[in-house]
DNA sequence: TGGTCCAGTACCACGACGTC
DNA sequence: GACGTCGTGGTACTGGACCA
């Protein structure tokens, strides 16, 4: 059996892609032998505002786990569904082999599905292509998934991410989806057979 | 002139939570 | 308390544009 989450098969899609990265550097990721950026502290710290707030809150500076957040630059309201980091997991036979496929949704109402992003640069393409949204669509069986993008900047000399912009980036399940789905686990269960059997359990 | 902002790109550890 | 599992995408860098 092998467990597989959004995230392990979004990070082999994009390695997959990358002609200069190693297949040592891929098992690295996934033996988690990686050390986490301030970036990614700065996105789970502003994640537990998102998660704390509630209906009718009014943001302005925030401060969480050390960092803090201006919303003040932001003049539109923000809906944050009740239902809150929704975890799923599913199982199904890939190639023979038994899969858990995984996954936490930041937020979920009716037949949509939220993810909040803190980003630096506002590009909506660049989830275009992405696995995440394409695995929980299928996982949780809804039809719309939404990425919240909130664009930060933190000037020089100061403590204070400033968050810019929000925009709201959708996107819709579509014929066939499943089958990428099942496509991509497959190269990566061949992957992980070939270079990490350790994984499979 | 200095500060701000944008574009593009590759890659990896920690906190929180659930379970035992 | 120990252990296993999950998501967190921004950093660093360069070059260039824009604005006050």
Same mark, same amino acid.
């Given at each position: 059996? $092998?467990?597989?989450?959004?995230t392990?098969?979004?990070?082999?899609?994009?390695?997959?892609?990358?002609?200069?990265?190693?297949?040592?550097?891929?098992? +690295?990721f996934?033996?988690?032998?990686?050390?986490?950026?301030?970036a &990614?502290?700065?996105g789970?710290?502003?994640? =537990?505002?998102l998660?704390?707030? =509630? /209906?009718?809150?009014?943001?302005a500076?925030?401060?969480?786990?050390?960092?803090?957040?201006?919303?003040?630059?932001?003049?539109? *309201?923000?809906?944050?569904?009740e239902?809150?980091?929704?975890k799923? *997991?599913k199982?199904?036979?890939? +190639?023979? *082999?038994?899969?858990?496929?995984?996954?936490?949704v930041?937020? $979920?109402k009716v037949? *949509?599905?939220f +993810?909040?992003?803190?980003?630096?640069?506002?590009?909506?393409?660049?989830?275009? +292509? !992405? &696995?995440?949204?394409r @695995?929980y669509?299928?996982?949780?069986?809804c039809?719309?998934?939404?990425?919240?993008?909130?664009? !930060?900047?933190?000037?020089?000399?100061q403590?204070?991410?400033?968050?810019?912009?929000?925009?709201p980036?959708?996107? /819709?399940?579509?014929?066939?989806?499943?089958?990428d789905?099942?496509?991509?686990?497959?190269?990566?269960? @061949?992957?992980?057979?070939n /270079?990490i059997?350790?994984?499979?359990?």
């Open positions: 059996m $092998i467990r597989i989450s959004a392990q098969l979004e990070s082999y899609r994009r390695w997959l892609l990358n002609d200069e990265s190693t297949i040592d550097n891929m098992i +690295d996934l033996l988690k032998r990686t050390p986490p950026t301030e &990614m502290r700065a789970l710290a502003f994640h =537990k505002v998660e704390t707030a =509630k /209906y009718n809150d009014e943001l500076i925030v401060e969480q786990d050390g960092f803090k957040f201006d919303l003040s630059g932001l003049d539109c *309201e923000i809906a944050l569904p239902a809150k980091e929704f799923l *997991e199982q199904t036979v890939i +190639d023979g *082999e038994l899969v858990t496929f995984v996954g936490v930041d937020a $979920i037949n *949509e599905i +993810d909040h992003k803190l980003t630096s640069q506002l590009n909506a393409e660049n989830y275009i +292509d !992405s &696995m995440q949204w @695995c669509l299928d996982w949780f069986d039809d719309k998934f939404t990425y919240n993008l909130f664009q !930060s900047y933190k000037p020089a000399n403590d204070v991410y400033l968050i810019k912009t929000f925009l980036v959708s996107f /819709y399940r579509y014929e066939g989806i499943d089958l789905v099942r496509n991509m686990a497959s190269s990566f269960i @061949c992957f992980v057979k /270079y059997p350790e994984l499979i359990k």
